[in-house]
C-alpha cells in the first residue's frame, strides 16, 4: 500500500515510523502531562519530530487500507489515542485558532504555538 501511495505522507516504512514515533513519544513513565512539539523542519523524516504528524500519517493510512488491515491498525492505534488523550491537556483555545484541524490531536496543548 506505501509503495503504490501518491500521498505526500505515505511512503514506504511510513506507517512504521508513525507508529514508532507515536509509541515513543508516549513511552515516558510518569503522571505528568506530554506536549506535542512542532517540527522544526517539514521534510519527509523530520516531519514525525511532530508526534502529531505521525498520528496524521496513522489516519491517513486507516482511510485507504482494506477493511481487515484496517481494523487491525485501528486495534494498535486505538489505545495509544487513549494513553494520549489521558497525558496531554485540551487545548482551550483551540477554537479560536485562525488555523484548525477536524483531528481531535491538534486539539491539545502543544509546546509551541502555530506562530512559533
Not at 21 to 31: A, D, K, S, T
Not at 34 to 49: A, N, V
Request: hydrophobic share 35%; charged share 30%.
Amino acid at each position: 500500500m506505501e509503495y503504490l501511495s501518491d500521498s505526500v505522507y505515505i511512503h514506504l516504512g511510513a506507517t512504521d515510523r508513525a507508529l514508532r514515533r507515536y509509541r515513543e513519544f508516549l513511552h515516558p513513565p510518569g503522571r505528568r502531562p506530554l506536549y506535542p512539539q512542532e517540527s522544526h523542519c517539514s521534510c519527509t523524516w523530520c516531519s514525525f519530530d511532530d508526534v502529531r504528524h505521525a498520528r496524521d500519517v496513522l489516519e491517513e493510512v486507516q482511510e485507504r487500507l482494506p477493511a481487515q488491515a484496517r481494523s487491525e491498525l485501528a486495534r494498535l492505534v486505538k489505545p495509544l489515542d487513549a494513553v494520549f488523550l489521558r497525558r496531554t491537556l485540551p487545548d482551550p483555545f483551540a477554537h479560536r485558532r485562525q488555523w484548525r484541524t477536524e483531528f481531535w490531536w491538534y486539539r491539545r496543548l502543544a509546546d509551541r504555538s502555530e506562530w512559533g
